[in-house]
């Protein structure tokens, strides 16, 4: 097969890289909650700021860089970048990620298209949208919401994505391009990409430190542990058959919490100084929160942050970056799509 993944120059490489601006200060939530009243049973020690990554603030800043390209992309070529992104049933989790995306795409200057499918449409259905958005050159990046349900093989729907508009990087050409040395990936996934983008930002030194990496799925703990390992961080992945779990994350200096188990990694695993990114997603019951759940992370938060350096809020962390990520995944294949760079054989 006459394949190259390497005309990207840098997703998936060590600093440095050309495709984000460092922010020299990062916005820091300023205000910590004034104790006007001495609540009753003892609060946790609030979180000091300086603690905090604030992944909400650090994607507006993406999120404003990259819409000042779309207009110079505009003004200089004449384009657009274009999103597609397919959402097939209606889970409620997958309609509100699939309506943040193309707000996001709106507020950026991005043309967005959508593709909403009945959850018992036929594969082969499938592949018919995927193939008429690979076809379209308005189109630069194509997003297949998953999960899919049962009966479709999400294995052949993602290697129907043209490689050169994957934008998730899920592709397995460009999953197999980031574990090789010597080759880059044309995209690389956007939740372990926004992961790094989160150290590099807030200036946490990844080279020559241990890494834990918690959760092997493909879309975000094996390529977060690929990452680092790019990034000559020494890293070690626990799964949910590592049986000392603790043991492991309590010597890492840097722990990405990929696990999907609410508040698993508890404050004892943490370090002392470490850093910690908490990419979990999970609602927990609470009767005081106005939808009667609340969002926690795969790390119970207190106790970590009483350890950690840094740490990421759930929301406001790693969320918003994943979504700034495809943001800047499309703008680089519609870059790449203005300057006419040549197809790769595939
Ligand atoms: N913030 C964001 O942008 C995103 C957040 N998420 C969130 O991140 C989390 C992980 O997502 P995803 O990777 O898709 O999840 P998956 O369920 O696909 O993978 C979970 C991984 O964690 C491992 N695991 C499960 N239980 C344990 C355990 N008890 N101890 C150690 N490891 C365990 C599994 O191990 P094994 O391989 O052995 O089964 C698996 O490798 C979820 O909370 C999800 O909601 C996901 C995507 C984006
Ligand atoms: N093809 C595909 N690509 C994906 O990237 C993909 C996917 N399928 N399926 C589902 C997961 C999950 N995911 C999230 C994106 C944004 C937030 C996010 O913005 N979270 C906010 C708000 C959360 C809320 O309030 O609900 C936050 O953490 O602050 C979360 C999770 C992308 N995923």
Not at 75 to 87: E, K, N, R, S
Not at 178 to 206: D, H, Q, S, W
Request: glycine share 8%; with cysteine.
């Amino acid at each position: 097969m006459a394949f190259s993944c390497q005309r990207q120059a840098a997703a998936g490489r060590a600093a440095p890289r050309t495709s984000s601006r460092r922010v020299a200060a990062v916005p820091r939530p300023v205000v910590l909650a004034a104790a006007a009243a001495a609540p009753a049973a003892p609060a946790p020690t609030p979180v000091p700021p300086s603690k905090l990554i604030d992944g909400k603030a650090i994607a507006e800043t993406i999120r404003s860089e990259i819409a000042t390209e779309v207009a110079a992309m505009k003004q200089q070529y004449g384009l657009t970048p274009g999103l597609a992104v397919v959402l097939v049933g209606s889970r409620k989790d997958s309609e509100t990620y699939v309506r943040s995306k193309k707000k996001a795409c709106a507020e950026v200057g991005f043309d967005s298209y959508g593709t909403d499918l009945p959850a018992d449409v036929s594969e082969e259905e499938l592949l018919k949208v995927v193939e008429a958005y690979n076809a379209d050159p308005r189109v630069h990046g194509i997003l297949v919401q998953l999960p899919l349900p049962k009966h479709i093989s999400e294995k052949r729907i993602l290697d129907a994505i043209s490689i050169e508009k994957d934008v998730d990087g899920f592709h397995p050409l460009n999953m197999g391009c980031l574990a090789m040395r010597g080759r880059e990936p044309l995209f690389v996934p956007c939740t372990p990409k926004g992961c790094i983008e989160l150290l590099e930002r807030m200036n946490v030194p990844i080279a020559g430190r241990k890494a834990c990496v918690i959760g092997r799925s493909n879309i975000v703990g094996m390529p977060a542990a690929l990452l680092l390992q790019r990034r000559d961080a020494t890293v070690t992945m626990v799964h949910s058959k590592t049986p000392d779990a603790a043991r492991i994350c309590s010597e890492a200096d840097i722990v990405i919490a990929a696990c999907g188990v609410a508040e698993m990694v508890k404050g004892d695993w943490i370090k002392p100084g470490a850093v910690v990114i908490d990419v979990g997603i999970n609602a927990k019951d609470d009767p005081t929160a106005k939808k009667g759940y609340r969002l926690v992370g795969d790390v119970e938060f207190d106790g970590a942050a009483a350890r950690a350096s840094l740490i990421t809020p759930v929301p406001g962390g790693v969320g918003p970056m994943t979504i700034a990520m495809l943001l800047q995944n499309t703008l680089e294949s519609a870059r790449r799509a203005a300057k006419g760079e040549a197809a790769p054989a595939h």
